[in-house]
């Protein structure tokens, strides 16, 4: 009798685990806190739980069945008060700080005076892809700036009328230049890529601040280190602000969404910075430094403005074409 | 300023290839995400929603077809004497 009670109990306790033990993956898959279908559901419980409310549908379309997407709201938010702020700040800063520069150590000029001798120093098809890509950077930047901050700087002063004229324009041309913006950033990869690799010489010559303070020239080759972090900047943000662009141009095309929200920040933020350091670019390329115009201008610059800003790279060319070769080049040089 | 020139006629150039590029490419919101693709699920109508016909049921009699202006103005109503259980096919 004893024996049998044994047995019953055990009987009785395996079969507890295996309820238990069924029930357990059941109660796994039960929601924590909230049932969807729930009549009484509240919509910010589900917002808390889901990152987006959706629903079904029987238009081909599955993008409508999305209902709520609160990550919307965080991108209206960044590109509405975030990105104008981000923008402002490196924009107006950069122009800031390079007034106060400009006041302050005025034009580097060529010390040594100029020698009347000019050696080449960008061919004609350099030139050719440096003038598209700022030609088509200036007016994308413009454009795209208006996205940013042309209602809140240019509707109050010219209008909705005219505003939406030149909005209208404006977009267009930000599409359309996109292209030729995109192949001169690959050219200028290819084109200048043998040049933009950091050595020492650039170490030392960050170490003396590129001589833009005081009378230094540190040594440097046909590009400093203060041209290969332009290069660098213009080949990735041309990158980045490529091809988060045309994720936008062609919305959908393994998108979604959120991808493009993404895509949006990400374009926004490269393109206002890329603008910041190009003020910079523009800035040492005409009234910060005598004699740098012309080396883009005309494609020529003048020896001693050479020898004092890269004095490494005259030394490479006066051994591959001979000093005499220079002199000869007194005369204006054909620079096309 | 012959390589700035050349520069700016390159740009147009491809801007305009780019016109038609984008052109062939892109279409209207309303072409690409609207109704050009929308069908009407026939095995579900607002009608199913607002009667009560039992489900799994079979309509006694004659169902009436629906008319064109009855579907485009979303018709709740039945006709006089016709099954509820109608609604649920049409």
Not at chain 1, 8 to 30: C, E, G, K, S, T
Request: glycine fraction near 10%; charged fraction near 15%.
């Amino acid at each position: 009798m004893a024996v049998c009670t044994r047995v019953r109990l055990v009987l009785i306790a395996v079969a507890l685990l295996v309820f238990a033990a069924a029930a357990a993956p059941v109660a796994a898959q039960q929601p924590s806190s909230v049932d969807p279908n729930a009549a009484a559901v509240q919509e910010q419980q589900l917002l808390e739980q889901l990152n987006r409310i959706q629903g079904l549908g029987t238009i081909p379309d599955t993008k409508s069945y999305v209902i709520e997407q609160p990550m919307g709201r965080v991108w209206r938010g960044f590109h509405e008060v975030w990105l104008p702020w981000i923008g402002g700040i490196a924009v107006l800063g950069m122009l800031a700080v390079l007034i106060i520069f400009y006041l302050w150590r005025g034009m580097v000029r060529i010390e040594s005076g100029r020698s009347g001798i000019n050696i080449v120093r960008f061919s004609a098809f350099e030139r050719f892809v440096h003038w598209m890509t700022a030609t088509c950077f200036i007016i994308l930047a413009l454009s795209g700036l208006n996205i940013t901050f042309g209602k809140h700087v240019l509707l109050p002063l010219i209008g909705p009328s005219a505003f939406s004229s030149w909005s209208l324009a404006a977009k267009y041309a930000h599409s359309l230049l996109s292209f030729a913006f995109t192949l001169g950033v690959v050219l200028i990869f290819l084109m200048w890529l043998s040049g933009n690799i950091l050595n020492r010489v650039d170490i030392q010559w960050l170490k003396r601040g590129g001589g833009m303070v005081g009378h230094d020239h540190p040594p440097a080759y046909r590009f400093n280190a203060g041209q290969k972090m332009i290069y660098w900047i213009v080949v990735l943000g041309g990158a980045a602000v490529a091809v988060t662009g045309y994720l936008l141009m062609f919305p959908f095309y393994g998108t979604n969404i959120a991808d493009m929200q993404i895509a949006q920040g990400v374009h926004g933020v490269v393109a206002v910075l890329f603008i910041a350091v190009m003020l910079a670019h523009i800035y040492i390329g005409t009234i910060g430094m005598e004699g740098a115009f012309e080396a883009m201008g005309e494609g020529t610059v003048d020896l001693n403005w050479a020898k004092e800003h890269h004095s490494l790279w005259v030394e490479q060319e006066q051994a591959r074409t001979g000093a005499a070769t220079m002199q000869g080049q007194r005369s204006a040089m054909p620079a096309e | 300023m012959r390589a700035f020139l050349l520069a700016c006629l390159a740009i147009l150039v491809i801007g305009v290839g780019g016109y038609f590029f984008l052109g062939s490419m892109q279409e209207s919101s309303g072409a690409a995400f609207a109704t050009d693709g929308a069908r009407i699920n026939p095995d579900w109508a607002w009608r199913s929603v607002s009667t009560q016909a039992g489900a799994g049921e079979t309509p006694q009699g004659e169902c009436d077809t629906r008319k064109a202006w009855q579907w485009i103005f979303v018709d709740f109503a039945r006709p006089e004497g016709e099954s509820a259980l109608c609604s649920i096919s049409q």
